[in-house]
């Protein structure tokens, strides 16, 4: 297993308070009060024993709820399993159903975890690339998709919005993915992380729960950790065809006997009274991208690719000698300010520097002009 690239940049100066950390997707502020209070009154009230292993009956019943609320979907709670963190989600949705020698099919660049978890499991990763223009988009061809599919392809892997491109799935697209994955009995495996972080009062991003009835191949991840300002209280949640939670529940119980308890009741409460909160940090993040995108466009070197959603923001700059891997240990070393290296999210992106846009009040003080060459 390859080391992480990102996680090889925030280990240099993790702990370095003078230090602008913009490398990991995670937001400035802490975890909201209710929602911690939430946590604490159930430690006071004993909810420490061992539970359901798929998840509280309580709080998948509030992420049907939540899903109702946001995108007009009606889900069976039964369909839900709590897990521990995104990241565990999107390793059981994989163990689900890849065999060894299966080929997935990824947007690139993308996440380096979501990637990892298919080698881990035996299986093959099959990159299709994000098309970037100079003015500043950036499309998924879905003919480029479709043409890498092998009678080998078990799964199409949507990440959108998407990290660390920021782009976004036309609903269109969605569509058009879903017909063809029906046909040839493909699974999608949809990270719907980012959904809320869209901007220009166009959120939420659709949902492919929106367009799939509860029979198609569909395996839908999230997480708690963006929305609420939870990343270190590791608890996400997995959505699966009808009549999987025996599995679900199975593989639950294997790789983590569940969620901490007294965790859960804190994320019943994030879902029921957070929706104020999450418009915050939407707002937050939109002006965090507005400067950040209005300062790099003016440097010449410089192509920016304006996200459409997320909190990330992915750019290029011309004419570098060296690594992504060089930039952002110079641009650590001259100007205190971390960032991910754009070769930590494939090879197709070696010559591209991301960083993470969390939303930060010290964007402000970043002197981007400072580490970016003119």
Known sequence: MPDNRIVAIADLARHDSSVIRLWIGEGDLP????????????????????SYSQGLPELRRALADYHHRHWAVDIDPARFC?????????????????????????????????KQVIEVLG??????????????????????????????????????PSNPTGWRMPPEDMIRLRDFARERGIWILADEVYNHFVYDDTGPAPSFLSICPPEDRLLVTNTFSKNWCMTGWRVGWLVFPAGLD?????????????????????????????????????????ASRDILVAG??????????????????????????????????????????????????????????????????SWHAIPWSGWCPS
């Open 31 to 50: 975890t909201p009060a209710f929602i911690k209070r939430a946590a604490s009154h159930a430690l006071e009230s004993d909810e420490t024993r061992y």
């Open 82 to 114: 709590v897990t521990v963190g995104g990241m565990n989600a999107v390793m059981m949705a994989m163990q689900a159903v890849l065999d060894p020698g299966d080929e997935v099919i990824m947007p690139s660049p993308a996440w380096p975890n979501s």
């Open 123 to 160: 299986g093959v990763n099959v990159p299709v690339a994000f098309d970037f223009h100079d003015d500043g988009a950036i499309e998924l061809a879905l003919e480029k998709v479709f043409a890498a599919v092998t009678e080998r392809t078990k799964v199409i892997f949507i990440n959108s």
């Open 246 to 286: 025996q599995l679900f529940a199975r593989l639950c119980q294997y790789n983590t006997t569940g969620v901490a308890t007294f965790l859960q009741h804190a994320c019943i409460t994030a879902l029921d009274e957070g929706d104020d909160f999450i418009r915050e940090m939407v707002s937050r993040c939109q």
């Open 296 to 361: 790099l466009a003016e440097l010449d070197n410089v192509t920016v690719f304006t996200p459409q959603g997320t909190f990330y923001l992915f750019f290029r700059i011309h004419g570098l000698t060296g690594s992504s891997l060089d930039m952002a240990r110079r641009v650590l070393d001259e100007a205190r300010v971390g960032v991910a290296p754009g070769s930590a999210f494939g090879r197709r992106a070696m010559t591209t520097c991301a960083s993470a846009l969390p939303s930060s009040r």
